[in-house]
């Protein structure tokens, strides 16, 4: 049976995978990033699911329960599937930025992709997320 996009189980899998990946972990731990990082779909009200990066590595994950957000980063279903499909690149990204297919609830895109040491990390992180039902 296949997980509920961003349901627990799925965001608990995202953060194995996110822990694992030195793309994603590593870099961000250079950056310091520490984070809570939403995930859902614009027409609700809330997002799904919520991980909380520490100095780069996810420490907890799983739903949203009204923690206080960083990024809360929102597309159509459709959109989150094509994605996993086939990560983008920074280029469609963008240009899903600019067309609101992929929406910030929280958080300021433009900032992020103009700092090397996120941006990078950013983009592979959709990558993570096709590999979750793997």
Request: proline share 6%.
């Amino acid at each position: 049976m296949a997980m509920e996009m961003f349901g627990p189980q799925w965001m608990a899998r995202f953060q194995q995978l996110w822990n694992d990946s030195p793309e994603v972990c590593d870099r961000l731990q250079k950056a310091s990033f520490t984070s809570s990082i939403a995930y859902g779909f614009p027409d609700e009200e809330k997002p799904r699911g919520v991980l909380v990066i520490e100095h780069g590595k996810a420490v907890q994950a799983g739903a949203y329960n009204g923690e206080k957000l960083d990024w809360d980063l929102r597309a159509s279903e459709d959109s989150w599937r094509k994605w996993m499909d086939k990560p983008p690149g920074g280029m469609a990204l963008g240009q899903a930025f600019v067309t609101r297919r992929l929406r910030f609830f929280a958080g300021n895109y433009v900032q992020m992709m103009k700092n090397p040491l996120l941006a990078g990390p950013f983009i592979k992180h959709f990558g993570l997320m096709g590999r979750i039902g793997q």
